[in-house]
């Protein structure tokens, strides 16, 4: 058995020794399965089960003991949580030591930018530290809308709005916009805010394979027909794999079924295109043939919160409606600036987006020519490295850091457990030498 293999079975077999016990107290009769099972005359309360009672009994919280306490055997430390001193960029500092780093999606430098830092100090001195209001009833500041006209017109739409959590962004508005009549069909990798979004408009809710347009056109032929509004939902640029969706074949698709377009520009804006103005940009398609833009500023844009931007009937709607905006506080005045700036200095130095593009080509080159799986990524941003098993990434996570190199590790359920990984961000501030430092790192500890 190879030492991947090894790995896998040790973890494997702890976590079923560990599942034993569990089941057979579950069992056992101190401890009724049902309401039903319970002695005669008993109490309500007496006849729930401890497991549902006790939170160390929850099945997240056992499977978060059972991870630990595997990585423990191992001699593997938790990979999560890790604290950065300072900022994160293409270095850190970790424990004290200054490491090379590729967890943390600053892809511009931005994000400890003297410029970008300074917007959120005079923001802070100007405004105070909270706008201590949802924006519809006087939590309204003249940055928000700064921000937001910035962001329509990066995108050359009529407006935009901007939400304090670009999680909170997806949940509200596909909760608000579709209902139970409505259907949400999506790329099987979309991120969890999307379905937690669907999930909770009610709608009907259908996933196609990952990045298969030709699907989609398949399973809209047959259902598009049972359904009042359909939105198709994609990402930009995918954030497990930094591949790209065909986007002027899914516009064809939607406009055929008419249905809504949404694309969630996480990781794509600020990335994709010569001026890093993301899908749009790299498929030179007009801005309005997509339906619905999203995107978030925690990533390229240096901040905190997510955008939604489009037509302004589309815009004003959720203005006015959306939950997670209407009964949420309005952003700090000093996380909005900062994300202005970011935009500005995105569009005046496309130096930063050239460097990007460059920096993650070489990474995916070299990694490619050392034999390394690097899936479908297309060399912007996002560079996996396919390792096959949780507890080999886990291990070799552990053994980098080790090295003075973070990388974060891809474990199920995140991913299928054979396409556990390595997940690379890269930033514009990358040097070759700190990529061939990993990659020949990388090489020695496989
Ligand atoms: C595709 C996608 N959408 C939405 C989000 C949520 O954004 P945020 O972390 O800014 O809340 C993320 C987070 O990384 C993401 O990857």
């Not at 991947?4 to 040790?10: A, C, I, T």
């Not at 300074?118 to 405004?127: D, F, K, S, T």
């Not at 509200?172 to 009549?181: D, E, H, M, N």
Request: proline fraction near 6%; glycine fraction near 8%.
């Amino acid at each position: 058995m190879n030492q991947r293999n090894d790995l896998k079975h040790r973890l494997l077999a702890q976590a079923r020794k560990r599942q034993r016990p569990r089941d057979a107290a579950a069992a056992s009769p101190s401890m009724p399965e049902s309401p039903e099972s319970a002695p005669p005359g008993a109490g309500a309360v007496s006849r729930v089960p401890e497991r549902f009672t006790r939170f160390d009994a929850h099945p997240g919280y056992q499977q978060i003991r059972m991870l630990r306490e595997g990585a423990d055997r191992l001699g593997l430390t938790d990979p999560f949580f890790k604290v950065h001193d300072g900022n994160a960029g293409a270095t850190s500092r970790i424990d004290g030591r200054e490491v090379i780093n590729f967890a943390s999606y600053n892809y511009l430098g931005l994000s400890g930018n003297p410029r970008v830092t300074r917007a959120g100090q005079e923001a802070l001195a100007h405004y105070g530290s909270s706008v201590s209001a949802s924006r519809v009833v006087s939590g309204e500041r003249p940055i928000h809308r700064e921000l937001e006209r910035a962001i329509a017109a990066a995108y050359r739409v009529d407006d935009a709005v901007a939400f304090v959590s670009g999680h909170a962004t997806n949940v509200s508005t596909l909760g608000y916009l579709l209902g139970p009549r409505d259907l949400v069909i999506h790329d099987a990798y979309i991120h969890n805010s999307l379905l937690v979004g669907a999930q909770l408009s009610g709608a009907k809710r259908i996933s196609f394979p990952h990045n298969d347009p030709a699907a989609l056109d398949a399973l809209l032929t047959r259902h598009r027909g049972q359904f009042e509004r359909v939105l198709v939902v994609i990402e930009g640029l995918y954030s497990m794999d930094g591949d790209v969706p065909d986007l002027p074949r899914f516009i064809d698709i939607k406009r055929r079924h008419q249905a809504w377009l949404m694309v969630d520009e996480a990781h794509s804006f600020g990335v994709l295109g010569d001026h890093a103005l993301g899908l749009r940009e790299y498929f030179g398609v007009p801005a309005e043939d997509v339906d619905i833009w999203m995107g978030t500023m925690s990533k390229s844009l240096a901040g905190c919160g997510g955008y939604i931007a489009g037509c302004t009937a589309l815009v004003e709607t959720l203005r006015y409606l959306a939950p997670g905006f209407l009964y949420s506080v309005g952003m700090p005045a000093q996380v909005a600036a900062p994300s202005l700036t970011a935009l500005q200095l995105m569009q005046q130095e496309p130096e930063r987006a050239r460097a990007l593009h460059a920096i993650s080509r070489y990474f995916l080159e070299q990694a490619r020519e050392r034999g390394f799986d690097t899936g479908d990524s297309i060399g912007a941003a996002v560079v996996p490295i396919i390792v096959g098993s949780s507890p080999l990434a886990a291990r070799l996570s552990h053994d980098l850091f080790e090295r003075g190199i973070n990388v974060q590790p891809i474990l199920h359920p995140a991913v299928p457990e054979k396409s556990a990984r390595l997940r690379f961000f890269l930033s514009c501030e990358h040097t070759r030498e700190q990529i061939d430092q990993t990659l020949d790192a990388l090489t020695a500890a496989t």
